[in-house]
């Protein structure tokens, strides 16, 4: 192996063991609102200034092929609404096998612990048995799926992420999970509006892997609110939607859309998962960001990770740096 690369890659991997210290995250998180978001935009400048994107004329990706043009025309409408719906759908042989690994796969769930809610050991479960809005799936279940690593190392969606962010974007976290009906922890299923604060900018692709109905769950947002919250809503915590409505009239929009639907969204707007009322949702996610800096999570063994997604892993060190060998 190069020397030059196997010390890019040491070095990767050591900054990123170094793990933003929760009381940093918190003070992050406040000053993300005391400032309406401004902290944020100005620490973005500077680190797009260390590290320009990095995007070829055109890029190949699992739904085809994107020129430049085409990648800065869904960054400019992700800018204007703080979302992007693809045209694109994912084919139904990539969708068929998400939801087969889905349905064998371990799942923590959503419980009552004491008084609070937390999620239980992963450990297969009949979910038809189990009352419970949300499971999710290991993060290092999921690099070991073919099909799944493939689409987290999927090129098209790094480009885009990083003329939305302006920088050479890093992958910050690849999850999927089931909702199902229930009347449980709605707060803590993510289910009330709410901004996401995980990383100082970040951009988020979602893949619908089931059909989503009104009535199964879909993505909500609220378009506009990714640039400045209102000042009734300049706080951290979660929201009703009558609170959010009334200070965002005729501005939320809700994502339907059949099996291998694509949505981008930065989702530092107000948005939420509406509770499915009649059937189960499954969905698959893929972060972005352009720092490391803010909510720590833990960092994924280069073994864990299926053969299709290493080499990349291997070139890239400075976009896959929470992969540790």
């Known amino acids: 192996m190069d020397l030059r690369l196997s010390v890019k890659r040491k070095y990767y991997f050591f900054l990123n063991k170094l793990k933003t210290p929760f009381l940093v995250y918190v003070l992050m998180r406040k000053l993300f609102v005391l400032t309406n978001g401004l902290s944020n935009d100005l620490f973005s400048k ?3 200034l260390c590290r320009p994107p990095r995007i070829a004329a055109s ?5 085809g092929t994107l020129d430049t043009k085409e990648i800065d025309w869904i960054a400019t409408n992700i800018k204007r609404n703080g979302y992007h719906i693809f045209e694109q ?3 139904l042989n990539i969708v068929n096998a998400a939801i087969t690994f889905a349905n064998e796969a371990p799942v923590r769930y959503l419980e009552k612990q004491g008084k609070k809610y937390g999620y239980s050991e992963s450990k297969k479960v009949d979910r038809k048995a189990v009352d419970s809005p949300r499971f999710q799936i290991d993060e290092d279940k999921l690099f070991e799926n073919q099909t799944l690593c493939a689409l987290a190392h999927d090129p098209i969606f790094h480009a885009i992420a990083s003329r939305y962010m302006n920088c050479n974007a890093i992958l910050d976290l690849i999850a999927m999970w089931w909702t199902k009906p229930s009347d449980l922890a709605r707060s803590e299923a993510a289910q009330m509006y709410h901004f996401d604060m995980d990383k100082i900018k970040f951009l988020k692709f979602f893949f619908y892997l089931t059909d989503v109905t009104p009535d199964t769950g879909p993505h909500c947002y609220i378009e506009g609110s990714h640039r400045r919250l209102t000042k009734k809503l300049q706080r951290d915590g979660r929201f009703t939607d009558e609170e959010v409505r009334a200070n965002y009239p005729g501005k939320e929009k809700i994502f339907c859309g059949p099996p291998g639907t ?3 969204v930065d989702t530092r707007g107000l948005h939420k998962g509406a509770p499915p009322l009649t059937h189960e949702r499954l969905i ?10 803010g909510k720590a999570y833990d960092l994924v063994p280069y073994a864990f990770v ?3 997604g290493k080499s990349v892993i291997t070139l890239h060190p400075e976009v896959y740096g929470r992969i540790y060998y």
């Not at 890029?59 to 739904?63: A, L, Q, S, Y």
């Not at 698959?284 to 800096?293: D, G, M, R």
Request: net charge negative; aromatic share 8%; proline share 4%.
């Open 46 to 48: 500077v680190i797009s």
């Open 59 to 63: 890029t190949d990706g699992i739904i």
């Open 89 to 91: 759908r994912l084919p």
């Open 262 to 264: 694509i949505l981008a």
């Open 284 to 293: 698959f996610q893929i972060e972005f960001c352009n720092s490391l800096i």
């Open 306 to 308: 299926h053969s299709i």
